[in-house]
């Protein structure tokens, strides 16, 4: 078919190419994306006044439900309303989402544009999470590598993949801070705290879009979900969120705010009730937050079906007041439901709506494509595409970072890494050889197939030395179904009588009795967590504390490795079992890595992006928080039993050891808007190369309302030779330090005295203070 001629009005001026090589990467250098780039470089970015005329220009020839197509996101993974072809050539469709069959996209690309009235591209959106066909580690143990290069590096790369499919806008990254493990969501966002969650969602949007809008090969990012979502009551996925003003605005809000400074394209509004107005009808949030405060230019679309479930809620008396409470409150697309198409006509007529909101709204959606190229270049070339999935240098990068993500938090006697003592290693667990338990739950591009499981990467690494029995152990189910289980799923349990489960359970156990050490891979399976993937229990699911237990009793070593993606309870191993290594859900290359990392070829350096419960009773036990009577005691909040965390927040070991040390300031005081340079000196005192992670913690001594014991304010992850010892300086921004007084109801920077602390977890006691000055 011929491609049409777009109208001149669609054109861009020819200037020169966008440069591809500011960010700085870890390991592979950005000149090496050119080689294999499929979507064709733009034009200098235009600036908003011209994206916006472009935009008007063209909403000046729109009818009402061509504006209203617009406003429509449609799902594919099931019969759309009308054929997909039918809503693209009509106009009545603005994206399209689930759908990544690269030939198939790029045909309703063509559809849209040579066939529609306006010529209006579509946007194909997907769930890109961590990977699109190679798979990263998951978000939170992404925060675990607290290397926001390392994440944003993992999201280039999976823009890389998702673009030369065809698709150009990410739903990700999820920046809503948790501080409930039972909440299943909590894998995919940067865990408990809003300035490493800061950080984090910064790296992610520049992974993802590149440092422009529309840079080739790199899509646009979808902050979500704005606002609170991870505040879910009891940590029941969906459930309303109760969250005071302050801290909506010191602990929820900074990391959107971050990523949308960061330039981030796009939002989505929540599910949930936020202090009893659901996100998705929220003007405070989508408005007043968002366009007022935050100036975002950028559009808005609403969770799956979220339009329409705010009669749910008890809050919208039908559909249609639905959309109109959706749209005034500042969503400008409807995921998957069809309210505003349906029912805004009517309500435009009855006064409920004005064509300016919707002419807002779709000015905001065209902006969007404008600026990611798309009416300059709307297709993909699929013919290229499966050769652009999974590369060795895909492959090399999730498996570096899979090692970076890794926590250790247990090695007693240094059994790790391993000798090149052990000439058998029993292997066992339910999730040591599933290939898509490795992967983590939202990666259903991903093929499991591509996966390495443990088993696979320990026989790469070891066959030559040792030999590896391997047996599962005990098999493990989730009670409810999960809702992707048609999409992706572990595989089901094989064993159906207590008898087979029994004589596994003490098959396994001869294996290990015949092994000089034992490997556990314990842990949950994808699906255990996730969307709709929450818990009322953190203990190991099925029989693998007991599996675990009567392993430790064998008196063999017993390394435990766990694949899950939030806390769980550990308590027993944390005194039994001699090593204890998250391992997270690493991804596509997850078995090389673990290898990497056992045998030493690799030396762990995460740190723990969330505190670890000592008990489930504990949640939320986030440490930024306020203390009260008798500080002098403060994990004795629990008459049976400590209120100290299992792990502090910040905590991760490495085979190298490291101290920190002469802790200094650039000037005693430091003048509010100004940069404060701190100083440390970090030594590895091993003989080991490894990573540690220097963290810089605040505490501002007295205030507008009561501040927290520590907030960390720096970090940085620095790898150090055998014995070196290095002085990193940190920029303390002072802006950092100023809060939202519950007071004034007003950002503060309070002049005063702060205590400053530099270390390995929040519990550093390196200490020294400064004073802000006006
Ligand atoms: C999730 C979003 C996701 C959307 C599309 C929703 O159920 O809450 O995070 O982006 O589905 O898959």
């Known amino acids: 078919m011929r491609a049409r001629a777009i109208p001149s009005l669609l054109m861009f001026s020819a200037v020169a190419i966008v440069s591809i090589g500011a960010a700085t990467y870890i390991s592979v250098p950005r000149n090496a994306v050119s080689a294999h780039q499929v979507t064709q470089p733009l034009p200098i970015p235009p600036s908003d006044a011209e994206a916006r005329a472009f935009a008007d220009k063209l909403i000046a020839k729109m009818t009402l439900a061509e504006k209203l197509g617009q406003m429509t996101q449609v799902p594919l993974n099931s019969p759309p309303p009308r054929p997909a072809d039918e809503l693209a050539r009509t106009g009545s469709v603005g994206s399209f989402l689930f759908i990544t069959d690269a030939a198939e996209i790029n045909r309703l690309q063509h559809v849209a544009v040579e066939q529609s009235r ?118 029941r996925d969906y459930e309303e969120s109760n969250i005071s003003d302050e801290q909506l605005w010191n602990v929820y809000l900074p990391p959107f705010h971050a990523a949308l400074e960061a330039g981030a394209g796009s939002i989505m509004s929540a599910y949930m009730d936020l202090n009893g107005v659901p996100a998705t009808g929220n003007r405070f949030l989508l408005h007043d937050v968002l366009r007022d405060d935050w100036n975002f230019h950028g559009m808005v679309v609403s969770d799956w079906a979220a339009v329409k479930s705010l009669t749910t809620h008890g809050f919208s008396k039908d559909d249609t ?44 959606i065209l902006i969007a494509k404008y600026k990611l190229g798309l009416f300059k270049n709307p297709y993909s070339d699929p013919s290229k595409t499966a050769s652009l999935m999974v590369t060795p240098e895909q492959r090399a990068t999730a498996r570096k970072i899979a090692t970076q993500t890794a926590v250790l938090l247990r090695d007693q006697d240094n059994l790790l890494p391993l000798s090149s003592k052990y000439k058998t290693i029993a292997l066992i667990g339910p999730l040591a050889d599933s290939k898509p338990d490795i992967m983590g739950s939202w990666c259903l591009a991903g093929h499991p197939s591509d996966s390495v499981t443990v088993l696979e990467g320990l026989h790469k690494r070891y066959d030559a030395t040792a030999k590896i029995l391997y047996t599962k152990g005990v098999e493990i189910e989730r009670e409810q179904p999960s809702i992707f289980d048609e999409q992706f799923s572990s595989p089901k349990p094989t064993m159906t009588t207590d008898a087979e489960r029994d ?92 290898a990497d990392l056992l045998s030493g070829d690799a030396n762990p350096g995460g740190k723990l992006p969330v ?38 927040f910040g905590y991760g070991l490495s085979y190298s050891t490291f101290t920190t040390t002469n802790l200094r300031i650039a000037a005693p005081t430091v003048h509010a808007g100004s940069t404060l340079q701190v100083s440390v000196d970090v030594q590895n005192t091993s003989n ?10 605040t505490h501002q001594r007295a205030g507008s309302a009561s501040r927290p014991v520590r907030e960390l304010k720096g970090f940085v992850r620095v790898s150090l030779k ?53």
């Open 118 to 235: 306006l010529h209006i591209p579509l946007l194909f959106g997907y769930d890109v999470i961590h990977g699109f066909r190679t798979i990263y580690p998951v978000p939170i143990a992404l925060a675990a590598s607290w290397d926001p290069s390392a994440a944003e590096q993992a999201q280039s790369m999976a823009a890389r993949e998702a673009r030369a499919t065809g698709i150009q806008w990410a739903f990700a990254p999820m920046v809503d801070i948790a501080r409930d493990p039972r909440w299943g969501r909590i894998m995919e966002g940067a865990g408990e705290d809003p300035f490493l969650g800061s950080r984090m969602a910064e790296a992610q949007v520049k992974g993802f879009q590149g440092a422009t809008l529309g840079e080739p090969d790199h899509i646009m990012a979808c902050v979500k979900h704005f606002a609170g979502y991870g505040a879910a009551s009891g940590g």
């Open 321 to 364: 007041d639905a959309a109109v409470r959706a749209l005034n409150a500042g969503v400008d697309m409807e995921m998957s439901t069809t309210n505003f198409q349906d029912k805004l006509p009517a309500a435009l007529h009855q006064g409920l709506v004005t064509e300016a909101a919707i002419n807002n709204a779709v000015r905001n």
């Open 503 to 594: 004589t596994e359970f003490h098959h396994a156990l001869d294996l290990i009795n015949q092994s000089d050490v034992a490997i556990l891979v314990l842990g949950e399976l994808q699906s255990m967590s996730g969307e709709r993937a929450s818990r009322s229990s953190l203990d190991l699911p099925g029989k693998q504390e007991q599996l675990l237990e009567a392993a430790v009793a064998t008196g063999k070593p017993i390394v435990l490795v766990l694949l899950n993606a939030r806390p769980l309870n550990i308590t027993w191993a944390s005194k039994n079992v001699p090593v204890i290594l998250e391992a997270w859900y690493p991804g596509t290359e997850g078995g090389n890595a673990i």
């Open 611 to 648: 505190a670890w419960p000592l008990t489930i009773g504990q949640i939320p036990i986030n440490y930024g928080r306020n203390l009260t009577q008798i500080p002098e005691a403060p994990n004795t909040r629990y008459w049976d039993g400590s209120s100290a965390p299992l792990y502090p």
């Open 688 to 697: 080991r190369a490894g990573d540690e992670v220097v963290e810089l913690y």
């Open 722 to 774: 055998p014995n070196e010892t290095r002085t990193v300086t940190i920029a303390l921004n002072t802006k950092d330090l100023g809060f939202w007084s519950p007071q004034t109801h007003h950002w503060s920077m309070e002049p005063g005295t702060f205590d400053l602390w530099a270390g390995t977890d929040e519990t550093a006691t390196t200490h020294t203070t400064f004073d802000l000055v006006p």
